[in-house]
């Protein structure tokens, strides 16, 4: 089964706003970019930690585009990362930073405060 356009008049028709509750009285963004769309909608809810965050992903994944195939995949783990990091930003949600010392107890670490290694 495929799936065909929606037309009107001949001519092909696209939803302009959210689908999912959607806020018809707002007012349209036009843009072809989830990157210029999140981050229109960062700075005019006055987020401009997770906007930092967000602008940084767009950064990575840009260029990962150019890249091998070796060498993109971390660029793109950095741009998941940091766009995960806008959006817990953005929600409010608190984030805890984890380190060898406070993650694990002391018989998992060396004195120097590494992680130990099984062999």
Known sequence: MSIEPVKL???EIAPHKALVAPLLNSRNVLTNSPWT???LWLQRNHKPKALFYWEQAQEFHKVSVGLPLRSAPLLLYYCFMNTVKALLVAKGVASTRCTASRCFPRSYREPNGLLRRKV
């Open 37 to 39: 769309f999140v981050g």
């Open 9 to 11: 008049k001949r001519r």
